[in-house]
């Protein structure tokens, strides 16, 4: 990624977990699996749309006190992205 895109995305990624106290890296992932009660609670919730929604999304999930883990897989799926 070049230097000058990677700025603003360390930004962004700062404040997010000050602001948040979200423990992610990356929270832009596309996958975002939840059990059918957790996605209903979690949606029906949250009120941004574009730009931000994975972070609130994981934000109510966290709140709400359901169980949040990570997995990676871009290496797994797309192996000309590792």
Do not use: H
Not at 9 to 15: E, G, R, T
Not at 21 to 37: H, I, S, V, W
């Amino acid at each position: 990624m070049a230097p000058v895109r990677s700025v603003p995305l360390i930004f962004f990624n700062l404040m997010m977990r000050a602001l948040t106290g979200l423990p992610y890296q990356d929270t832009q992932c596309g996958f975002k699996l939840f059990r059918a009660d957790a996605a209903r609670e979690i949606f029906s919730r949250q009120r941004l749309e574009g730009f931000g929604f994975d972070v609130e999304v994981l934000y109510i999930a966290t709140t709400w006190a359901t169980t949040v883990s990570k997995s990676q897989c871009a290496g797994a799926m797309w192996p000309e992205r590792k």
